[in-house]
């Protein structure tokens, strides 16, 4: 099982990204994956989540509005779309997948090696 997370980079305020998390071993159909984000000094936080199989979705306040996940089952992979982005939303950014949210919660289940993400003018 591997997750890949790619995307990241430098961008000014009010720009845009967009993240993907690519998966290997294991059917998108089976596990809820979702975007962390580890800020300097900061814990570990969830941002957001989706569940492929129905395509529900769930995104921290901080986010709401400004940021979308989806997924292509056909490229087991899930994106992260990034708009209106702020200083605050700097961060190393890791996707994760599990068949519980609260494991995800817990930093278990299956997780990539991140991305950095700068919001800096």
């Known amino acids: 099982v591997q997750l890949q997370a790619s995307g990241g980079g430098l961008v000014q305020p009010g720009g845009s990204l967009r993240l993907s998390c690519a998966m290997s071993?294991?059917?998108?159909?089976?596990?809820?994956v979702a975007w962390f984000r580890q800020a300097p000094g900061k814990e570990r936080e969830a941002v957001s989540r989706?569940?492929?199989?129905?395509?529900?979705?769930w995104y921290d306040g901080s986010v709401k509005g400004r940021f979308t996940v989806s997924s292509d089952k056909s490229k087991n992979t899930v994106y992260l779309q990034m708009r209106s982005l702020e200083p605050e939303d700097t961060g190393v950014y890791l996707c994760?997948?599990?068949?519980?949210?609260?494991?995800?919660?817990?930093?278990?289940?299956?997780w990539g090696q991140g991305t950095q993400v700068t919001v800096s003018s």
């Open positions: 071993g294991f059917r998108l159909d089976y596990y809820a």
């Open positions: 994760a997948a599990s068949d519980s949210w609260l494991a995800l919660l817990s930093g278990r289940g299956y």
């Open positions: 989706i569940v492929p199989r129905d395509g529900n979705a």
